[in-house]
């Protein structure tokens, strides 16, 4: 793709704050001189911002004020003006209801904290899952040059001489309690071995996955991706990309420049053959949405169904991202696709160079874990999109995670109304339920929850962990974790809380799933669903007030992202008003 630098020198963005001799000029200037910062710093050079995810809260991200200041580093070597500031944190593993719920009140931060301030370009520094897509929204709503900086997955964890991947085996373990197979007193000191250093998850979870999804974009440098949180090179990756934002404002290079269609069918592939989260459909859908690429889930399926899954990690394989990086990380993931005829080669990057100018000279240096396409997991990777009456506006799977005799399935329909009465049924033992059977789970969507928290992948009732069974065909409107694996039916839109299909699913009820015909159905007559869903009344409250309220009035579908419908679509980087 051509891309036409803007001339040097010009007058930037943030001379409308710090340029000339006016009093509001002057104001600016001496209240920022407060810190310390010489005069010839506000000579029209790139002001840049450090927009950081960093906070205790969420402990993926709680390095990330040491990477901020290597990327200060790099600014300033590069003749920037460097100015590090904080937004909301999203964390995965302490938030409540879900963090999901809190995505767009990320993005919402990110871009006008990005558009009300004298910044010419910013470093997005992000890790834990919903930080990534988050900060890329809200900079893609705002248009500026940006450039991504993840924190890095943690070092495999090890349990007597097991790897431990975090979440896989937390889901595994749990399950083994249940069975009979594991004591507790071993799963408290596996507790232990699971998050060893700083850092995201060691599996292809959705942290790992969403940093490759940003690499596979072109907002990242090549490489970002899988360096491990403590690695001295995750901080040559941050003082490298200091440098390059410089030169990207210098060039005038933006996310809409990068965040083309031929961008995000890259980054579907990507995913494919990484065997990433199933998280990453909702993601990249709203990020589309900020720049008006009409991406769909027809575009998931049509360019991931015949992707191969050539990474050997789990929660799909073996392995963990410490020997994906060692084994060569994305780049080489990239390069496969490229030379298989799978990759647009010629999409940009945030390096100023093509997709397949940054990844010419990659090499694999371990095929156990980087498999040849010969030796994939699965030939048919990617994300399968079902349709049918179940789910009009569709669903998803992910093929690498699920079990291959569950693939086509017929079952007597178990269901849950919401998770308290899943928690409340599952372990009963009069509970009418085998492993033919399918589990269907409601009013866990985006409004439904609310949020769309990661209760997808329902754990199996414990009479039928102990008979051996590791896996049944689930069916629900939630998400599950990008650790977690198994044959689960998610993102079912529309989701039972706003009146779709699968909010009338009753106990006995036949389902029929076949996913290479990417089909799921109810298999019950027509006439019957019409009444059910005539007689349907919402179950799911409305918030009275607060973000709560906001997100329920606002967000939309799976399907389409669950974004909030007036955040969809970019509103620039126009230079506001003056504030005195």
């Not at 450039?147 to 085996?169: C, D, K, Q």
């Not at 031929?262 to 579907?268: G, L, M, S, T, V």
């Not at 949020?451 to 069974?469: C, F, S």
């Amino acid at each position: 793709m051509s891309f036409r630098k803007a001339p040097w020198p010009r007058r930037l963005r943030s001379q409308e704050w710090y340029g000339g001799e006016s009093r509001d000029a002057i104001y600016h200037r001496s209240w920022m001189k407060n810190q310390g910062l010489p005069a010839d710093l506000f000579d029209g050079r790139p002001v840049v911002g450090i927009c950081n995810t960093w906070s205790e809260l969420t402990p993926c991200n709680a390095h990330l004020r040491d990477l901020a200041e290597r990327v200060k580093h790099g600014i300033y070597e590069a003749g920037g003006l460097p100015v590090e500031f904080p937004v909301f944190s999203p964390g995965e593993p302490s938030l409540r209801p879900t963090a999901m719920m809190y995505r767009n009140l990320c993005a919402m931060d990110v871009e006008e904290a990005l558009r009300a301030n004298p910044l010419d370009g910013v470093v997005l520094l992000a890790g834990c899952d919903k930080t990534t897509p988050a900060l890329l929204m809200g900079a893609a709503s705002v248009d500026i040059p940006a450039i991504l900086v993840s924190g890095g997955p943690m070092l495999n964890g090890w349990f007597r001489g097991e790897r431990v991947g975090s979440g896989t085996a937390l889901w595994q373990m749990s399950e083994d309690i249940k069975a009979g197979k594991m004591s507790r007193a071993d799963f408290l000191e596996a507790e232990q071995s699971m998050s060893r250093s700083p850092g995201s998850c060691n599996t292809m979870g959705t942290a790992s996955t969403m940093a490759s999804m940003a690499e596979a974009l072109g907002m990242a440098l090549s490489g970002n991706a899988a360096i491990p949180a403590v690695d001295s090179r995750r901080r040559v990756m941050a003082h490298l990309t200091g440098r390059r934002i410089v030169e990207m404002v210098k060039d005038d290079l933006k996310p809409s420049d990068i965040l083309t269609r031929q961008a995000f069918e890259n980054a579907i592939r990507a995913n494919g053959a990484i065997g990433g989260s199933t998280n990453a459909v909702i993601h990249l859908l709203a990020i589309a949405g900020r720049v008006g690429v009409d991406l769909t889930l027809d575009d998931w399926d049509r360019c991931g169904r015949d992707i191969p899954t050539i990474v050997d990690l789990m929660p799909s394989g073996r392995f963990l991202m410490e020997e994906f990086f060692y084994a060569g990380g994305l780049p080489v993931v990239l390069k496969m696709l490229l030379d298989g005829g799978k990759l647009h080669g010629d999409a940009l990057t945030v390096s100023g160079q093509t997709m397949a100018q940054e990844i010419a000279e990659v090499r694999n240096w371990n095929e156990e874990v980087i498999r040849p396409v010969a030796r994939a997991l699965t030939q048919q990777g990617g994300i399968a999109v079902l349709r049918g009456n179940l789910a009009p506006n569709g669903a998803v799977l992910k093929p690498s995670a699920a079990s291959p005799h569950l693939m086509q399935h017929r079952g007597r329909a178990v269901v849950f109304e919401d998770i308290d009465h899943y928690k409340a049924r599952i372990e009963d033992e009069s509970l009418d339920i085998d492993e033919t059977c399918v589990m269907v789970l409601k009013n866990c969507g985006p409004r439904g929850y609310p949020g769309m928290a990661e209760v997808g992948n329902m754990g199996l009732p414990p009479k039928v962990l102990k008979k051996g069974i590791t896996d049944m065909v689930r069916i629900s409107d939630a998400r599950m974790s990008g650790t977690a694996y198994g044959t689960v039916i998610l993102h079912t839109s529309p989701e039972a809380a706003v009146g779709g299909p699968l909010a009338i699913v009753q106990d006995g009820d036949m389902i029929e799933v076949d996913v290479a015909a990417r089909r799921i159905h109810l298999d019950v007559p027509e006439e019957t669903i019409r009444a059910r869903l005539a007689a349907w009344a919402p179950t799911v409250k409305e918030p009275g007030s607060g973000f709560a309220r906001l997100f329920h009035l606002h967000v939309g579908g799976a399907d389409t992202g669950a974004d909030f419908d007036f955040l969809i679509g970019a509103r620039g980087h126009e230079v506001p008003r003056e504030s005195h």
